[in-house]
């Protein structure tokens, strides 16, 4: 299984990892806004969101015995399953990062992780909808289930 930690952009941050870039403008409370245009969300109005959950890709089920698992990831509280727009599964935890404070800012802002500052705000879960499909409750999946011949 491949674990990335957080969300959507982190997601992204891990893939592009290899081709390391410094200097631009990637997650950054203070950088983002001005930056882009007005319809895009910023940091500052968002207050953290990306660094208040974890996201893992999954393997995507294939068989009866696959989907049952899928279940027990759903029986978490607050846990949901997606598909994101390339077909990936994924499992998303909430789960707040204990460094980011009360008003919705890094406070180890100089030294976050790499994970961190290569995440793009152009590219984050407030402006990208990458969900193709969400599974948040057990029905939800089989209602997939049915839809795929598989139940
Ligand atoms: S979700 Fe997007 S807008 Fe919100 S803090 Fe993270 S990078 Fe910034
Ligand atoms: S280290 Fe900072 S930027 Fe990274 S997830 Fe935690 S609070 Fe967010």
Redo the contacts with the bound molecule.
């Keep these: 299984m491949r674990v990335y930690?957080?969300s959507s952009a982190?997601i992204r941050a891990i893939a592009e990892a290899s081709a390391r870039i410094s200097g631009k403008a990637y997650?950054c409370f203070h950088a983002c806004a001005g930056l882009f245009n007005t319809k895009m969300t910023t940091c500052e109005e968002c207050k953290?969101e990306?660094?208040r959950k974890l996201a893992f890709h999954i393997q995507e089920p294939k068989s009866m015995i696959d989907f049952e698992d899928m279940k027990w990831y759903l029986y978490h509280e607050g846990c949901i399953l997606y598909i994101d727009n390339e077909g990936d599964w994924l499992v998303q935890v909430p789960v707040k990062?204990?460094?980011?404070?009360r008003n919705g800012?890094?406070?180890?802002?100089d030294r976050?992780?790499p994970?961190?500052r290569l995440s793009k705000v152009e590219e984050c879960e407030k402006n990208i909808d990458e969900m193709k499909v969400v599974f948040r409750t057990v029905k939800d999946l089989e209602n997939y289930m049915r839809k795929k011949g598989i139940l």
């Design positions: 930690a957080s982190k997650k953290g990306c660094c990062c204990a460094k980011l404070d800012r890094c406070s180890i802002y976050r992780p994970i961190c």
